[in-house]
């Protein structure tokens, strides 16, 4: 479990330094709200850019005014604007919390969280949905509490609510060093920064996976000594032998053998014919 605070223009300027040596691990910072460009919150950038450089892992959260599902496929339109470009260790989160919204029943509040949170999980992202205990229980429906992540505001000692969630907003009037007056506390259940660059989302690149045991990388440098040399992955005898230094090419393995180049600078590429000395067993270069 880790500690977390979220914030907008309404915390004003942050000493992010401080809050971090305060012991709060995580920031979920208010991007704007509303379908107009005007309503972007004029604190997002620098939070973005001060809360990273102190080392706090970051998300981002959207608040919804959202009266159809043209506009909250407007608001996810310039969620995602805003957020293109940056790397959030922490869900990018739709807010959903307009009683004029409540007002019109589960069904259609249920469709503004789809709406919202497809348009925003198919750019690439790991997306939640920010309500408190009533809305969950009486206006989100199932489909979307299974499909999306929950971030729950209940400000009590310990939460209620029944469903799964993986964020709690346990307090609207926390105190943090670095920031003057009162900021929302929360706590996050689950390792967000590592499912989320695992899965590659929200600004990040998904990682390689790692070779397998006893496999070579591109441009492995293997030594060989008088070492058969063929001309194909399937060729039965050897073309030629070869002494010297090779890399690997692009560390593809074919019925147990590996394409080898004779230069670091030829690694990978293209034509294949044209950079590629040959292949080698395997078995002759471990």
């Known amino acids: 479990m880790t500690k977390g605070i979220d914030v907008s223009k309404h915390q004003g300027s942050i000493d992010w330094k401080k809050v971090k040596k305060d012991g709060i691990d995580f920031a979920m910072l208010r991007a704007g709200y509303g379908k107009y460009e005007s309503q972007k919150d004029p604190t997002f950038e620098r939070n973005y850019s001060a809360a990273k450089a102190a080392g706090l892992n970051v998300g981002a959260y959207y608040y919804s005014y959202a009266k159809s599902r043209a506009d909250a496929k407007k608001e996810a339109e310039l969620f995602l604007k805003y957020v293109r470009g940056k790397k959030f260790e922490m869900p990018l989160a739709f807010d959903i919390e307009e009683q004029s919204q409540a007002n019109k029943g589960r069904a259609f509040v249920s469709e503004l969280v789809k709406t919202f949170c497809e348009t925003v999980e198919s750019a690439g992202n790991f997306v939640s ?47 943090v060093n670095g920031i003057s007056g009162r900021v929302d506390t929360d706590y996050a259940y689950k390792d967000y920064p590592k499912i989320i660059k695992a899965e590659g989302l929200n600004g990040y690149s998904k990682p390689a996976p790692p070779p397998k045991p006893g496999s070579f990388k591109a441009g492995t440098m293997v030594s060989l000594y008088n070492t058969p040399i063929y001309i194909s992955a399937t060729a039965k005898l050897p073309a030629t032998k070869k002494s010297g230094t090779y890399y690997i090419y692009d560390g593809e393995e074919i019925n147990g053998r590996y394409r080898i180049t004779n230069s670091v600078e030829r690694v990978g590429k293209k034509p294949v014919g044209k950079y590629v000395t040959g292949f080698v067993k395997k078995s002759d270069i471990i």
Do not use: F, H
């Open 129 to 175: 949905v920010y309500a408190n205990k009533n809305w969950l229980d009486n206006y989100i429906d199932d489909e979307c509490k299974r499909k999306y992540d929950v971030w729950l505001a209940q400000w009590a000692k310990k939460p209620t609510y029944s469903g799964r969630y993986g964020m709690w907003q346990n307090s609207s009037s926390g105190s």
